[in-house]
């Protein structure tokens, strides 16, 4: 069936980077797009960007716009979404999400926390 | 961006109730509109789209309705799997945004 395996959970400090990684199987991850969202403790979830597989082409939202690239690995079905200059507020689950403007299905989620 | 707006915060229900949760866009977001149930520790469960598609594997007693800034998802008979969070999403635009979410609670 489909699904999407992200990494384990990650403390980072702050200013540093981190990096999430999302396995698909059971779907052509080639046709596929991947997004990220985001969510803080009672907070909403927040999306973050999307890469469209095939062709690599990405969009961000704006206020993440210089601190985020999205990447894929065709080789091994693998999304993954990097997050540079890290601050306290960036603590949240992450998630990994297959579809094109919908959240078709969903990665297990990541907890990132930033803590000094 | 587009604010999503969700009314209530949060419900207090019995099996078999019906229930309705509204989203409501801050501009027209022509039925570009997903739902989705969100249980603790769980990822995300896509429900339905368009306003009113019911996403393949999703019981019939979900349904969605609304147009232009207004939406509506109803679950005709609670049932006990169906206590959870409901969040809605507007896809008209990016940033893609979504409500605060619905807490349905016993």
């Known amino acids: 069936q489909m699904q999407l395996v992200q990494s384990g959970p990650e403390v980072k400090k702050p200013g540093t980077s981190m990096k999430v990684s999302c396995k698909a199987s059971?779907?052509?991850?080639?046709?596929?797009?991947m997004q990220w969202v985001r969510q803080a403790r009672g907070q909403r979830l927040e999306w973050i960007g999307w890469?469209?597989?095939?062709?690599?082409?990405?969009k961000y939202a704006q206020k993440f716009q210089e601190r985020v690239t999205i990447t894929r690995d065709m080789s091994t079905s693998t999304a993954s979404m990097e997050l540079s200059s890290l601050r306290s507020e960036d603590t949240a689950v992450y998630y990994c999400?297959?579809?094109?403007?919908?959240?078709?299905?969903w990665g297990q989620g990541t907890l990132v926390t930033v803590s000094s | 961006d587009i604010q999503m707006t969700q009314s209530p915060s949060s419900l207090s229900a019995s099996v078999s109730d019906r229930v309705t949760i509204s989203c409501r866009a801050s501009q027209g977001i022509s039925n570009s509109l997903a739902w989705y149930q969100h249980k603790p520790g769980k990822a995300p469960k896509f429900l339905l789209y368009a306003a009113s598609r019911l996403e393949s594997g999703v019981p019939s007693r979900f349904s969605g309705s609304g147009s232009g800034t207004d939406y509506t998802l109803t679950i005709s008979s609670l049932q006990p799997e169906d206590f959870a969070t409901y969040y809605c999403?507007?896809?008209?635009?990016?940033?893609?945004?979504f409500g605060q979410g619905t807490k349905v609670e016993i």
């Open positions: 999400a297959a579809g094109s403007g919908t959240f078709d299905f």
């Open positions: 059971g779907f052509t991850f080639s046709n596929s797009a």
């Open positions: 999403q507007q896809y008209y635009t990016t940033p893609y945004t």
């Open positions: 890469i469209v597989v095939g062709s690599g082409s990405t």
